[in-house]
């Protein structure tokens, strides 16, 4: 096989319906438009054991991030007919 063909064989079309790809598309967006909102959190109160605002709030952001891209992936996975 050529290269060209192994390239019309790829597919980025999924099975789910427009509400599930915009579900996942928010659910990926949100963490990049939180986390590129430096002045929303860019304080120094309230601190939390210790830790100013700028500090927990993207500790607290990285945990929230992975349950969005692991329910982003189980959708996904989802759409595609996975189990």
Do not use: H
């Not at 605002?53 to 989802?78: D, E, G, K, P």
Request: charged residues 10%.
């Amino acid at each position: 096989m050529t290269k060209d063909s192994n390239v019309n064989n790829l597919s980025i079309e999924t099975n789910g319906t427009t509400i599930e790809k915009i579900v996942v598309a928010i659910l990926l967006l949100v963490p990049i438009a939180v986390f590129s909102l430096t002045p929303l959190y860019n304080t120094k109160g309230p601190e939390l054991f210790g830790l100013t605002f700028f500090y927990w709030f993207q500790a607290a952001w990285l945990v929230v991030t992975s349950i969005f891209y692991i329910l982003a992936a189980m959708l996904l996975n989802r759409m595609e007919g996975g189990n």
